[in-house]
């Protein structure tokens, strides 16, 4: 079923979903589904599973230089999400992103996916690949060219063709927003025009980068709203886990961490206590995000289920 199905159907509740990754090459799904097992209590609508181009791992040789190798460190994202939907009878939602693929290799996965009966995807940039190979792949400079292409697939028409085919694909397009704006655009304004492409070329929803403020998320959307985005907004929430985040995520991820809950994470003592605060701050942003009637909660669970599973018995 569509995401937006699951929305409809909601009649006005608000959804619990989760984002998972793949095992890293070579490990099995076993991981994966101990992790995902737990959080059916809490009856997820879906589940995202994230997308990774090829890497670079850098090797000594017997010469002594380094060498480049190649490396898609989380492969199997399309076979994965038919596996999950098999084995839990959950809708998932592969991501996609232009970085590091061709038109046509992606063309390919929206057709096997098409095949394999999955309902959606969400449809990305992707995060700068390190792999030179990979960034002279790139087949499109934004998520809305994707969108347009598979907009264009649900017609029946696919690339390098212009009239409609006798199957086509039914996908329910996902996209990103950033309610402290993407790193790269100049303001927030100016990351809803582009937002908007997206809509306006065929997505369906939007689901956020994660924020620890409420705040960032209601302008957010009044602002998207007042530039004429009128399709669901779908909060994401991470829990934070250890105290490094408090400077990885604003470099990494380009987002503000509230004053409180930075002298929180610093009065704890160890990083089982950082966990606590975590777990107890996204609680507090999940009641006051559903309060507000936000159609789903969306948890980044980074492949671990501890914290999410707390998160889940305190809200829904
Ligand atoms: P876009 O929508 O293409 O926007 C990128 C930037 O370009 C923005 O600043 C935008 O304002 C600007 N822009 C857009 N269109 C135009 C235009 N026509 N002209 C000028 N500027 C324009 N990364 C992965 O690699 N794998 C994943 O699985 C993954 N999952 C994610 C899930 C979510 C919910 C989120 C929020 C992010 C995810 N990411 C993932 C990270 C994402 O790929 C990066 O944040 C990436 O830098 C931007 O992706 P986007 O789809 O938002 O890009």
Redesign the pocket.
């Known amino acids: 079923m569509k995401v937006t199905e699951h929305l409809a159907k909601a009649n006005g509740k608000t959804l619990f979903s989760i984002?998972v990754l793949p095992p890293q090459k070579g490990k099995t799904l076993d991981h994966l589904v101990s992790v995902i097992q737990p959080l059916m209590e809490f009856n997820p609508q879906f589940i995202?599973?994230?997308?990774?181009?090829e890497d670079v791992l850098y090797r000594k040789r017997e010469d002594g230089l380094m060498e480049e190798v190649p490396l898609r460190k989380r492969p199997g994202?399309v076979g994965i999400c038919a596996a999950l939907k098999g084995k839990f009878g959950v809708d998932t939602v592969p991501?996609l992103?232009?970085?590091g693929f061709t038109k046509e290799e992606t063309e390919d996965a929206l057709f096997t996916l098409g095949y394999l009966g999955i309902d959606n995807v969400?449809?990305?940039?992707?995060?700068?690949a390190k792999s030179p190979a990979a960034n002279i792949k790139n087949g499109y400079?934004?998520?809305?060219?994707l969108v347009s292409q598979v907009a264009l697939m649900n017609k029946g028409i696919f690339l390098h063709e212009e009239t409609e085919n006798e199957w086509k694909t039914d996908f329910c397009i996902?996209?990103?927003?950033?309610p402290e704006?993407?790193?790269?655009?100049p303001n927030l304004a100016?990351?809803l025009?582009?937002?908007k492409?997206?809509v306006d070329a065929g997505a369906d929803y939007v689901?956020?980068?994660?924020f620890f403020d409420n705040k960032y998320f209601f302008n957010f959307v009044a602002k998207a709203r007042e530039a004429g985005i009128n399709v669901p907004i779908i909060p994401?929430i991470k829990p934070l886990q250890t105290a490094k985040q408090l400077s990885i995520l604003p470099s990494k991820?380009y987002i503000d961490l509230p004053e409180d809950l930075v002298s929180a994470v610093e009065k704890c003592k160890d990083e089982k206590q950082v966990r606590q605060v975590g777990i107890e701050w996204a609680i507090q942003q999940s009641k006051e995000l559903k309060a507000a009637g936000v159609p789903c909660l969306?948890y980044?669970t980074m492949s671990r289920s501890e914290p999410t599973i707390a998160i889940a018995k305190a809200v829904f």
């Not at 995202?48 to 181009?53: E, F, Q």
């Not at 969400?122 to 700068?128: F, I, M, N, Q, T």
């Open positions: 984002e995202d599973v994230t997308y990774h181009p994202t991501h992103v232009c970085i969400l449809l990305l940039k992707g995060d700068p400079a934004y998520a809305s060219d996902g996209v990103a927003g950033y704006k993407h790193f790269e655009a100016t990351d025009k582009n937002l492409r997206k689901v956020t980068q994660f994401g991820f969306h980044y």
